[in-house]
């Protein structure tokens, strides 16, 4: 996966960012099989993404539920709201989402009542809202981190939150010897591919053997 980088920054550090997106510049929405578009279906499959990867358990286990939970039908609020109780434990359970699922699977089912009845389904709605981010703090289940989840993976499509490099991202940059600014890091890369280093900085920050690969490969 190749990306055109800015030509701000020192040559290392765009070293670094281009070994970075060439290696591990996949947003987590990607990753769970979301083509992300600003559109109700994969908007709201996102949200759900942000609020299983917000729990203390491991990223790829909550890229497995969010995928376990797409492919057993439960892609938009109306779905899920009508899927039973039992049907998202055991698709969260199909994908290794064990520890927390019975309390997941009851704000699931919140979470969707509420998008249903108070934007018709659609997070579209809800970005036109005076205050998106506290409106999204509402959703059962999505807190502050589960917020800086979700904007990190819509800016792709959302570009007034760009850049939206969050605190883990920021750890990320910090261990790959890069700037922890964010708007330092944004003049690294082209716009389009924010989302895409976001979630290779969360990768690094997660990882230090995604560290030591990107750090060797860019020389540094």
Not at 1 to 14: L, W
Not at 103 to 132: H, N, V, W
Not at 140 to 147: D, H, L, R, W, Y
Request: aromatic share 4%.
């Amino acid at each position: 996966m190749t990306s055109t980088t800015s030509s701000a920054g020192t040559k290392k550090d765009r070293a670094v960012v281009r070994e970075l997106l060439e290696r591990h510049g996949q947003t987590y929405a990607e990753e769970a099989g979301i083509t992300l578009r600003d559109t109700p279906s994969p908007l709201y499959r996102t949200l759900v993404l942000a609020l299983l990867l917000s729990a203390r358990i491991r990223s790829d286990i909550a890229v497995a539920a969010a995928r376990a939970l797409s492919e057993a039908g439960m892609r938009d609020p109306r779905r899920m709201a009508d899927a039973t109780w039992q049907q998202r434990v055991d698709a969260l359970g199909e994908g290794g989402y064990r520890r927390y699922d019975e309390r997941t699977a009851t704000m699931l089912g919140d979470g969707a009542e509420l998008l249903i009845d108070t934007y018709g389904g659609d997070l579209r709605k809800l970005r036109k809202t005076e205050d998106p981010e506290k409106a999204l703090r509402e959703v059962p289940g999505i807190g502050p981190v589960g917020v800086s989840i979700f904007l990190r993976e819509a800016q792709a499509v959302w570009p007034e939150y760009r850049p939206c490099l969050d605190r883990k991202a920021l750890q990320g940059a910090a261990k790959l010897g890069l700037p922890e600014s964010a708007e330092r890091l944004a003049k690294l890369v082209a716009e389009d591919d924010l989302a895409r280093l976001a979630g290779g900085l969360v990768r690094a920050a997660l990882s230090s053997k995604v560290v030591d690969e990107v750090r060797e490969a860019a020389g540094a």
